[in-house]
């Protein structure tokens, strides 16, 4: 319905060139994602980001004091985690491969470990050090009209639109 | 705790369904060969900011925690700077952010430990690094450059 509303407006031509795989399942996606992060804000007030829970859960093993300003929010931090992972779970025994086979639902990346593991470490100290990530500056900041995170959200997709090409134009393989 | 679940539980299947768990999408949106994720982004926040603006002028705070409802707003410095260019580096490296990674997990794409181990350990470099700014661990030796 999305899709063909998309066509309509715009031709399917151009639909089709911006957004190959069609819009539904990226706007779904996105109201849910939206709607996960107010359902939490309506019972608690929290506006839950994802990457603090990278700091919070560090608390546990270690004493400094960057990570024990968090101990108070480190154990619902880790519920929120294990929900995130759940949830995509349970789209991916519904939707991915065979509905409902456990063994048919499993989608691994053909990214490489050297990318993955590089680019974690560069997220998980920039996230930390630029106040948020991809939820907390670009979902709840954004939505608060927080000029902070409107900022830190052009910062970083500006410099990974620059990075991502950069690297697709030097030839490296995924 | 319940509403934490699941409100991440939402969340999760949400970046499942809109394929932003797969670090290829995420590249592919990067060097612009499909735009979809914009829709993922504007509307997560639209929906979130819909809540964040009506809920305070409703009630004044969360009925479980007792919470007043307000906007997320961080101060403003070189930092969010600084950070986001480092985390738009790494995130157009690996096509993969915190949430995300998380999600990937969940859809069993198990070679996303790679960045989730990664993400500890940049979390942890500058957890180090800046806690000994703060003068509270003399014994740490900067061993993050």
């Keep these: ?174 | 705790m319940p509403l934490i679940l699941v409100g991440g539980l939402v969340f999760g299947f949400g970046l499942g369904f809109s394929h932003m768990a797969r670090p290829e999408v995420v590249l592919d949106f990067l060097t612009f060969d499909d735009f979809g994720l914009l829709f993922v982004m504007f509307g997560g926040s639209i929906v979130a900011g819909i809540a964040f603006w009506t809920l305070p002028k409703l009630r004044g705070s969360a009925p479980l925690t007792g919470r007043p409802y307000g906007r997320r707003l961080k101060s403003f410095d070189r930092d969010v700077l600084v950070g986001g260019s480092i985390f738009g580096v790494g995130w157009g490296l690996s096509g993969i952010c915190p949430g995300a990674a998380y999600a990937s997990l969940g859809v069993g794409n198990w070679p996303i430990l790679y960045a989730i181990g990664g993400m500890f350990v940049g979390a942890y470099a500058q957890g180090v690094w800046r806690s000994r700014d703060a003068g509270d661990a003399p014994a740490a030796a900067p061993g993050d450059d």
């Design chain 1, 1 to 174: 319905m999305i899709d063909a509303a998309a066509a309509d407006l715009l031709g399917a031509g151009t639909v089709d060139a911006l957004f190959p795989n069609g819009i539904s399942r990226y706007a779904i996606g996105g109201l849910l994602v939206g709607l996960g992060t107010v359902l939490i804000y309506l019972g608690t007030g929290i506006t839950a980001g994802a990457s603090t829970f990278l700091e919070s859960t560090l608390s546990y093993v270690s004493g400094r004091s960057r990570f024990a300003q968090y101990r108070a929010s480190r154990d619902w931090r880790v519920v929120f985690t294990l929900g995130i992972i759940g949830g995509a779970a349970v789209y991916a025994l519904i939707y991915q491969g065979d509905p409902w086979s456990v063994a048919g639902s499993a989608w691994t990346t053909e990214v490489s470990p050297w990318r993955l593991f590089l680019g974690g470490i560069l997220v998980g100290i920039g996230t930390r050090v630029g106040k948020g990530c991809t939820s907390g500056h670009g979902i709840c900041g954004v939505g608060s009209v927080s000029r902070t995170s409107l900022v830190g959200v052009a910062t970083f997709l500006v410099v990974a639109i620059v990075t991502a090409n950069a690297v697709s134009a030097l030839g490296v393989g995924l």
